[in-house]
């Protein structure tokens, strides 16, 4: 059996590990020329679900290395007002297992991480275009005339996947009116001290009048702006981090990280076609009543690193006629960061396919039913989690809408002020959200053994 997974994502590669770690063949075929191209130097959340889904598919050592590689832990998620006034502030429990806790990780690092160890199975500079089906086999077309022909062809390639486009034309995607604006500056002297201390080691969400929010991340890491480890790390960490060949393509230093964003009526009608310094304008027009120290932080921002993103949703379908080709991640169930669970139904995904495929290979299943079966699970918590997170981030939402937003935004101001001056309902929430999981344990293991020899 040959798999060809279509995209060198975080859900793609980390298939890539597990099956060959079981002994079977696999090929990832990646549009970026190189391994250092793209933004991929934002943070995103691993729960523990994707930390037990990484922790299955992995060599040991390599996720030992993920688990180093790691920012310092947030102590604290706030919810702020824009002039920077606690409404809400919830202290996280400590975590030292390196698995079932939450991990904050800049995506170029995990990009690095997961690259490691698949030296001559990962292909770059391979923009997919078509596939054919032809029997058993299907054979993927690349933009630079080559072709590659499998068993199984895995679209792997994001939301605005291409092989989705062809295999499911009925599987669409919708704007959800909100837009948002990124960007990152390093952490120095000076931008350290423009958020208060809790900002500064937590996570930290901004509601502003009009629907305006701001999600801010401070990102510290174990190494310096030269790459080397900083002093007094030491033990086991220290030397993975010294060992780790992903670092030398890893751009990732100490960081501040904020995303601004609002329904789409209130940001210029050409926002998406704006880049670098015109983003930090527009992000300093759309606030001029926020605190002087936000505003700095936008004005300190590296414009390179600014960019919009229009965030759109999945359209949940109806199953399909499972074949010899099938879709992971963003590819089939694209969905809103109100939620944070992205990544990682991604890694959830890789792992139900992988023990699947296994089945294969050991004779327990054939392909098509292997597929199907995969299928059948990923559609039920895939799309559940789109719809839930589309709850969470839509212009719908009563905030976004005039007279009526002020109302919800001081309903909301006045029920966190409230949830923070009560100790044991503070305890209540934390627990809930600290405690929420998408899967269960079983489904996120996987038994890896050599393939049987005939």
């Not at 990544?343 to 392909?367: F, H, M, P, S, Y």
Request: net charge negative; proline share 6%.
């Amino acid at each position: 059996m040959r798999v060809l997974v279509i995209g060198g994502g975080t859900g793609g590669l980390a298939l890539a590990h597990g099956l060959r770690r079981a002994g079977i063949e696999v090929s990832v075929y990646e549009r970026d020329a190189l391994r250092t191209d793209g933004l991929h130097g934002y943070r995103v959340g691993i729960d523990p679900d994707g930390s037990r889904a990484l922790y299955a598919l992995l060599p040991t050592e390599l996720y030992d290395t993920f688990v180093a590689t790691k920012a310092r832990d947030p102590k604290y998620f706030n919810m702020l007002t824009e002039d920077l006034k606690e409404l809400l502030s919830l202290e996280l429990p400590e975590s030292t297992d390196p698995v079932e806790s939450e991990k904050s990780i800049s995506r170029m690092t995990l990009r690095q991480v997961l690259l490691t160890g698949l030296d001559g199975i990962v292909e770059f500079g391979k923009e997919f275009t078509r596939f054919e089906q032809h029997g058993d086999h299907v054979t993927a077309y690349f933009a630079d005339g080559t072709s590659a022909t499998g068993d199984l062809l895995v679209a792997a390639d994001g939301s605005g996947s291409r092989v989705r486009r062809q295999y499911l034309p009925q599987a669409k995607t919708e704007e959800t009116g909100i837009v948002a604006i990124a960007g990152k500056l390093p952490i120095t002297a000076e931008s350290a001290k423009l958020v208060p201390p809790k900002v500064f080691e937590g996570i930290t969400l901004v509601n502003a009048p009009r629907g305006f929010g701001c999600i801010l991340h401070v990102m510290e890491f174990q190494w310096d702006h030269d790459g080397n480890v900083k002093d007094g790390i030491g033990g086991n960490t220290e030397e993975l981090i010294r060992r780790w060949p992903g670092l030398q393509f890893d751009n990732t230093r100490d960081y501040i990280n904020w995303g601004l964003s609002a329904a789409k009526d209130k940001l210029p009608a050409n926002i998406m076609e704006l880049r670098g310094a015109e983003l930090i304008k527009t992000a300093l027009d759309v606030t001029p009543g926020w605190h002087p120290n936000l505003r700095r932080l936008f004005e300190l921002t590296d414009p390179g690193t600014c960019f919009p993103v229009n965030i759109w949703t999945s359209v949940p379908i109806d199953p399909w006629e499972s074949s010899n080709v099938t879709l992971l991640g963003d590819a089939i169930h694209t969905m809103t960061p109100g939620r944070g669970v992205g990544a990682n139904t991604a890694l959830r995904d890789a792992v139900n396919l992988c023990r699947n495929l296994i089945d294969v290979r050991d004779g327990k299943q054939e392909l098509i039913p292997a597929v199907h079966a995969y299928e059948a699970r990923m559609i039920e918590y895939g799309f559940d989690a789109v719809l839930k997170s589309r709850a969470q981030m839509t212009s719908a939402d009563p905030v976004h809408q005039p007279g009526i937003g002020r109302l919800a935004l001081a309903g909301l101001r006045t029920a966190m002020r409230a949830v923070n001056h009560l100790p044991p309902a503070k305890r209540r929430m934390r627990d809930r959200m600290m405690t929420f999981r998408g899967a269960d344990r079983d489904e996120l293991t996987l038994d890896i053994t050599p393939a049987p020899q005939p």
